[in-house]
Nanobody
């Protein structure tokens, strides 16, 4: 059974940092892009960042570019999201996901078939 488990969320002051981790089990995802999305209360789930299967290509939403860094460890089936210079607008539940459809683009959530349960990130101003 496929399982994605996020960790590392919490409460942080504005300007601070957090590192999210996602551990995948049940199968290997070394051949798939993986991504992070987030959902704030009352808003749609939105793309944050993604990384290619090889780890050589990364993509970021404009709102996090230059502040967040995505990385993956294929051998350990994990993907991390280093978040720096956090602000109140980053407050959301963060989800990791595995992209299994490649029809459109890396920032389209419908192309991601496997999702974690989410981890809460709260940034206090």
């Amino acid at each position: 059974q496929v399982q994605l488990v996020e960790s590392g969320g919490g409460l942080v002051q504005a300007g601070g940092s957090l590192r999210l981790s996602c551990a995948a089990s049940g199968r290997t995802f070394r051949r798939y892009d993986m991504g992070w999305f987030r959902q704030a209360p009352g808003k749609e789930r939105e793309f944050v960042s993604a990384i290619s299967a090889s780890g050589t290509s990364t993509w970021y939403a404009d709102s996090v570019k230059g502040r967040f860094l995505i990385s993956r460890n294929g051998a350990m089936n994990t993907v991390d999201l280093q978040m720096n210079s956090l602000n109140a607008e980053d407050t959301a539940v963060y989800y990791c996901a595995v992209r299994t459809v490649y029809r459109s683009s890396w920032n389209v959530k419908d192309e991601y078939a496997y999702w974690g349960q989410g981890t809460q990130v709260t940034v206090s101003s």
